[in-house]
């Protein structure tokens, strides 16, 4: 006979299952929709305008579009769009059914044209608000945190396909008690996160590990050497930090409709300066830089420098997206960059460190920040170092501002 407290476990299980499978297919079916659409705006449409959709005027019309459509949705839709992005974190409390629609369009038409933001806030945002409004009318006594909790995890899970991002970031927020264990508060999170990890891997198969040559032993050297990166990555970040509540404080006193489409040709004219890989969420892109042969110390900078730039002025002006993927991208540019520069330092340390302290910088959440370097570097030799290098970034960011602006009521 199963005991209580295991058979109530048991009672959870099947609504996480639910709700992870339903997260991931969610984005997957979000996903697939800004593919189509972006197959149409870079692909179809130049195609049969004769253009090449790589050319730069192609590329700031596009994007000054995107920024006049997503202004239009944003200044006229229920809810305009949903929260700002630059105002909330990733996980946050559950908005209006009624404000979906219109931020599902505002990030579909973002992710398809061009800006440099990840669909990972917005998706959440969805995936929450439909959660704890379908848990209230079938289970109206379950509390909408306990959703909020199902819900977040399952699309942590289907965005990193792996459950372990979502069970290290409510390890730290799921307090144990003498009368509740931790893994029994983890049990159904994790199980949601599983679900949403294995139909995403079913469904699409996230693709943020890269070839990195294998890095044999741990050395000395290179743990010096991986914290002077990192130190590097969280230097730039900052700048980015102190870039975005200035910029947002500016381009939020006029119309979205206006900040929205100079955002859009600001884009434009950053993704002619940075060409075509630095445009869109940046999660394919980094597949084509770690591919790459000729590119240079410069060409990894540019990328880097673009990057950020991008997912600045985007997240300021108020495009619906999140920051984590295109700071994985600025993270993996920066540490092919470094390794070129100082190739004795072996590219799996600058890439995995820069990662780590970029994605840090963005998140301010050391648990996500290790699992991202991992992943992009999958490496267990590399473990060690990371830990080790975490601290002294850890360090150096206590008490520095996080990468958000105060949120104001609409």
Known sequence: MLHPRARTLLLLALPALIIGVASSLLLALVMKIADLLQSVLWGGLPWRLGIDADSPWWILTVLTLTGLAVGLVVRYSNGHGGPDPASVPLIGAPIA?????????????????????????????????????????????????????????GTLGALFGAPVAAALIFAQTLKASEDVPLWDRLFAPLMAAAAGALTSALCSQPAFSLPIPHYPQLHIADVFSGAVVAVFAIALGMVAVWCLPRLHQLMSRNNPLLTLTLGGFLLGLLGIAGGPVTLFNGL???????????????????????????????????????????????????????????????????????????????TRDAWLSLFLAAVVVPDTTLLPLLCIVMLPAWLLLAGKPMMMVPRRDK
């Open 97 to 153: 059914i009624n404000a979906l629609p219109g931020l599902v369009l505002a990030m579909l038409l973002g992710l398809a044209g061009g800006v440099s933001l990840g669909p990972e806030q917005p998706v959440m945002v969805m995936n929450i608000a439909l959660a704890v409004a379908l848990g209230a009318r079938i289970f109206p006594r379950v509390a909408p945190l306990d959703w909020t909790i199902l819900a977040s995890a």
């Open 284 to 362: 394919d892109a980094i597949q084509q830089l770690a591919f790459a042969q000729t590119l240079t110390v410069s060409d990894y900078l540019l990328f880097a420098l673009v990057k950020l730039a991008a997912l600045v002025i985007a997240a300021a002006c108020g495009f619906r997206g999140g920051r984590i993927f295109p700071a994985v991208f600025a993270g993996v540019a920066l540490g092919l960059m470094l390794h070129e520069h100082v190739d004795a330092v072996p590219a799996a340390v600058t890439v995995s460190c820069a990662v780590l302290g970029l994605v840090l910088v963005v």
